[in-house]
């Protein structure tokens, strides 16, 4: 039977993250992220796991490095300021191939910005924050629900494709409450890691035999290995041969690429008929399905698509909508990052307007609304 | 018989990467034949560093290894000891990767006193980058970016980790090799977090700029510098002035942090009936 719980959307998110297997945390106080770890740190024990409160979001970002190596589940969480310091073992992570998830609960920025207040503007940070190139994953859930099952779903990607993972609530579904079900242990289907299946004088590993994602051994196993942040060859040992290099990188991408599919989440509403398309995410996206309800009410044939997956992002999806709306609209809590994403998918198929907020209030359904009029005029 | 290194180095990983008259692989040695005398397992030890010539040490050894970020080894290595305790951690690297840009972690990890064994290679200077000054750089000393002569005063890495709450805390040099393991071997065995400075030589990048004209001169000021412990129980101020105390520093008994979160484990779980 599973549970229904009265919780907050960070709250949802640590239970999703033990309910995923997570057994290790380490984090640094930050509104209006700590709830997480607040949660950690009493529940973690309890089931034998550890939590760290590190000296800051870099040690944070490396603590839950080090302990996924050992073949531990890690999280980390943080917002804003955090997350720029995160950036550089962000960044180790993705070359190096080891899985991890990190929260972040968007507030407003850039630096201290409006710390208890809502915003949506780190979603571009998520992809290009750290430097060179790298793969991203990124979830934006949009109810407390969400940021449980999301937080599950973003361990078990984060395992399947060897790679950090992030899940990015707005201040706003990070603090809401709601009542949500916990399912029981199982049922929604964990994912581990690949481990070796060669003998451990064999195992290299970034051993491209056993295709893009390699088998991850864990330290303190039989098996032994050298992990580097330089770019490295198949054996984790550092390489500048350059066609080595090459392969390496293009490799790490197609972890992605070729598997946009299994990836890329999303929800339609009312979109079969649209003349507009409101594309959103988060608690705006929560907005927009009122004012979709409300345009039809008023005989205006409105749909929303909502993002989940914010990377990679969704392009085939809203490509297929631009040519079939006259119009799309992206209200968002920055100044126009989605909208700028999803003018390069509809490529002139349809106009794209945005409304862009930025002032610590929410987005709400009326400002949608009317958008949604004019857009049709 | 001479002593086997082979034993604990990977196979075709050598030559390194470190100049000739570089202290690093003196170092490098004295690990190598503590790890030997205290029987340490290859699988079950691991040894992360940062960035910078010492850093890449843990690449030439048969072990764990984790090359990380600069200045993070400390902070990556808590969390492989926190999640897996029953692993013997190390940190190796340099004077600038340990207490510029990783010194926050550093006296943290002081703080926890988590049961990991710090050796840093003090060159006092940034070596892989060109030879700027480092946090060690003595005053008045040239690095390249100090042309006119360092204006910056000195950490004492020994001091500091006390001050921070290591348990263990030993200096010895690079002309010192046999001493090397000895104090690595006793700050291995201790319980807590354990700090072992090595006074290091870069010729290249420092030796060079400093008017030392080889890398035996700078060998023997290493030699000329080093008292030990015992021997400065017999000295008056004076005659101290300019050399550096070697050997065991510090030692001290508190409680070690991967055993005190086991205590808030069994208490959550008492908690939680
Ligand atoms: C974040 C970051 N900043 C700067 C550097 C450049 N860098 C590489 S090694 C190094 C200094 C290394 O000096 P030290 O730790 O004393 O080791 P040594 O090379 O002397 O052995 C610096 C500044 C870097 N790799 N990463
Ligand atoms: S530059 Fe200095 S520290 Fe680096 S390898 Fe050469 S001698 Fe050693």
Not at chain 2, 214 to 241: R, Y
Request: hydrophobic share 40%.
């Amino acid at each position: 039977m599973s549970k229904i719980a009265f919780l907050q959307g960070n709250e949802a998110c640590a239970y999703g993250a033990l309910y995923a297997g997570c057994r290790f945390f380490a984090g640094y106080p930050i509104t209006p992220s700590t709830e997480v770890a607040e949660v950690m740190a009493k529940e973690l024990p309890k089931v034998g796991g550890k939590f760290i409160q590190m000296e800051d979001e870099i040690g944070a970002m490396a603590a839950i490095i080090g302990a996924s190596l050992t073949g531990v589940k890690s999280l980390t969480a943080t917002s804003g300021p955090g997350f720029s310091l995160k950036q550089e073992n962000l960044g180790y992570a993705c070359i190096t191939e080891v899985p991890c998830v990190i929260i972040n609960v968007m507030r407003g920025g850039p630096s201290t910005g409006m710390p208890t207040g809502p915003s949506q503007s780190d979603v571009m940070q998520a992809k290009w924050g750290t430097h060179g190139d790298h793969p991203a994953i990124c979830i934006v859930p949009a109810s407390v629900q969400e940021l449980f099952t999301e937080t599950v779903r973003a361990f078990n990607l984060s395992e399947k494709y060897r790679m950090p993972v992030t899940v990015m609530p707005d201040e706003i579904v990070g603090h809401m409450r709601e009542r949500i079900e916990i399912p029981e242990p199982g049922v929604i289907p964990l994912t581990d890691r690949t481990p070796p299946s060669v003998e451990p004088e064999e195992y290299k590993p970034y051993d491209t035999r056993f295709g893009d994602v390699p088998p991850l051994a864990a330290f303190g196993s039989e098996y032994r290995f050298h992990v580097t942040g330089l770019n490295k060859a198949e054996d984790g040992f550092p390489t500048t041969r350059a066609e080595l290099v090459q392969q390496e990188e293009e490799r790490q991408m197609r972890k992605i690429e070729d598997h946009i599919d299994d990836i890329v989440s999303y929800e339609e509403y009312m979109l079969d008929d649209a003349d507009v398309a409101v594309v959103a995410f988060g608690s705006t996206a929560r907005s927009a399905r009122f004012a979709v309800r409300e345009a039809r009410e008023a005989g205006i044939k409105a749909g929303l698509f909502r993002i989940i997956t914010y990377w990679p992002f969704p392009e085939k999806q809203i490509a297929g909508i631009a040519g079939r709306v006259k119009a799309i609209i992206t209200p968002e809590m920055n100044l126009g990052m989605t909208f700028h994403e999803v003018m390069r998918c509809a490529a002139g198929k349809s106009t794209v307007s945005g409304i862009f907020r930025v002032d610590g209030e929410p987005i709400n359904p009326g400002q949608i609304l009317d958008k949604i009029k004019e857009a049709l005029r | 018989m001479s002593f086997d290194y082979e034993k604990y180095i990977r196979p075709g990983k050598l030559p390194h990467i470190w100049c000739p008259g570089c202290g690093h692989g003196i170092v490098m040695k004295g690990l190598i034949r503590a790890m030997d005398a205290l029987g340490m397992k290859k699988n079950n030890t691991a040894i992360v560093s940062g960035i910078g010539c010492a850093s890449r040490l843990p690449g030439y050894i048969d072990c764990c290894t984790l090359h990380t970020t600069h200045g993070r080894a400390v902070a990556f290595a808590t969390g492989i000891k926190m999640a897996k305790p029953e692993m013997q951690v190390l940190c190796v690297g340099g004077d600038g990767d340990g207490v510029a840009i990783g010194g926050n972690h550093f006296i943290h990890a002081c703080r926890r006193n988590i049961n990991i064994t710090y050796l840093i290679m003090n060159n006092n200077i940034y070596g892989m980058t060109g030879g700027q000054f480092s946090p060690t750089t003595p005053t008045g000393a040239k690095a390249s970016t100090t042309p006119y002569g360092n204006p910056d005063p000195p950490f004492d890495i020994a001091k500091l980790a006390i001050g921070a709450g290591a348990t263990f805390v030993a200096r010895g040099t690079a002309y010192h090799a046999n001493q090397i393991e000895k104090l690595l071997v006793e700050a291995i065995r201790h319980k807590g977090f354990s700090v072992v400075e090595i006074l290091d030589s870069c010729p290249t990048t420092y030796g060079r700029r400093n008017r030392f004209r080889s890398v035996v001169e700078m060998m023997n000021n290493l030699k000329e510098i080093a008292v030990s412990v015992q021997a400065a129980e017999h000295m008056s101020p004076e005659q101290m002035q300019g050399k550096v105390l070697t050997g065991v520093l510090y030692r001290d008994n508190r409680p070690e942090y991967v055993e005190e979160y086991q205590k808030v484990i069994e208490a959550a779980q008492d908690f939680a009936g």
